[in-house]
Structures are given as C-alpha cells and as structure tokens.
C-alpha cells in the first residue's frame, strides 16, 4: 500500500474535526473524498501532508511510519499537495511559481517542466505573466501545476473544481485523468461529488469526521443513500 491513514484523530482547540478516519490509497490509483461542508476533507488532507498535527493514530507512506515527519520531508519523500484556495504567490510569474515547486530538489527538473506546461498549454503561454494577474482557473492550473514540480508519488488534490464555470471544471477533471494516467495517484477532495465518482477508481465518504462509507466508486454513484445525500437525488 502507499498511502494508509489508521484511526487518525485531529482536532482544532477541543474540537475533534477527525474522530478515527482510516482510508488506504494504493499505487496508481485515484480515490475519492467525499462529504458534506465540514465533513473533514481538508483536516484530512492536511493531516496527510503533515499541515495539521494528529493527535491519535498513524499515518503511512510507502510502509513508513510518517505521523510526526515534518511536512517539508513529507514533500520529499514524495507526497504532493496543491492546496484549496490557490495560494499561489501573486508576484511571481508562473514559471517562477512552478521553480517553487522543485526548490527542494536537487536533481534536474527541466522534464518535469516541460511535462506541466505539455499538460497546461495555458501556462506554458502565460509563463512570464504574474501569477496574480491569472484567472481563477488558471491559477488552479497553477496550483496543481507546482504540486507537480515536487514529481510527487501521490498527489492530494484539494478541491480542484472549486469556483470553476463547468467547461473548465471538465478540464481540470480531464487533467486529474491525465496525470493519474502518466503515472500519479491521487487522492482527490471534491464537493462536486458525481463528477469525482466518475473518475475515481474508490472512494470514501466522510461524515462529521469519520468515515461512513467506503467502496468502489462505481457502486457509490449507483448507490440510492449516496445519490440522496450527494448527488442531489438524480
Ligand atoms: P469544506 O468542504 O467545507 O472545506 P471539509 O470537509 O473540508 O469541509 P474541514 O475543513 O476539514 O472540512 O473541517 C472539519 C471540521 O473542522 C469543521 O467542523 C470545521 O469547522 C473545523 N475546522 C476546520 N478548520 C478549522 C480551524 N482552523 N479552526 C477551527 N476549526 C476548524
């Protein structure tokens, strides 16, 4: 297994917002987290890439024990994340934005380069604009885009489609696709639930901080208690 997260609780002052989540992603996968507004998605994620500290419980990567690894050896070791909300830096032109992403490494990442602009024509166009200056799609491109620079094993994609018009969240769905094809698992959070379960391979429901569901992703879009809850019904 490459990633596994064992009965993990987090919490926030004494607010658990993780009450024991255990999920598993293996090599080449894409698994889904799926969950109403507060759920616990992003603790989750953050947890993971070692942005929250755990109070109970273990995380593994690659068989390796990394619950108290330090978040920037956690990056090294091969965990990638592209957070919510951007947080690109708006003074930096793109291609400065994604150098950010490989600072930590020491060996070349010119390849790596060339493949995130190959994925992301628009950035390759917009190299030299500010990353402030993009829009709200393109700077998730580039969001994901510099997670993709630290070559990472797995790749925690926080709410890729957020803010998005349709034709792009189609895009950014197909880029998921994409990068899991050329060799990325992912471990993906959406709101957008039934287009994350079209893409996912398993997936996982949250609920007010533990896991409820898990299963392939197939059978959850199929699933009349899953589609009530998070597929509005239809
Ligand atoms: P959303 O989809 O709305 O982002 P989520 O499933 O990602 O939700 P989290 O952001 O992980 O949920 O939040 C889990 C719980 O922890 C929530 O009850 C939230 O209010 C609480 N929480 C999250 N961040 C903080 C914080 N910085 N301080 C206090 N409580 C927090």
Known sequence: ??????????????????????????????????????????????????????SAGRISFQGKDISRVPAH???????????EGRGIFPGMTVEENLLMGAYARK??????????????PRLAERKSQ???????????????????????????????SMGLAPMLVAQIFDIVKEINERGTTVLLVEQNAHQALQLAHRAYVLETGAVVRSAAASDLLHDPQVRAAYLGGD
Do not use: C, W
């Open 73 to 83: 050896k956690r990056a090294q070791l091969g965990i990638g994340q592209a957070p």
């Open 1 to 54: 297994m490459l990633l596994e997260v064992n009965d993990i609780h987090v919490f926030y002052g004494k607010v658990a917002a993780l009450r024991g989540v255990s999920l598993e992603v293996d090599e080449g996968e894409i698994v889904a987290l799926i969950g109403a507004n507060g759920a616990g998605k992003t603790t989750t994620l953050k947890t993971i890439s070692g942005l929250r500290p755990l």
């Open 107 to 120: 060996e070349d990442h010119s390849k790596d380069l060339a493949d995130v602009y190959e994925m992301f």
């Open 130 to 160: 500010f990353g402030g200056t993009m829009s709200g799609g393109e700077q998730q491109m580039l969001t994901i885009g510099r997670a993709l620079m630290t070559n990472p094993k797995v790749l925690l994609l926080d709410e890729p």
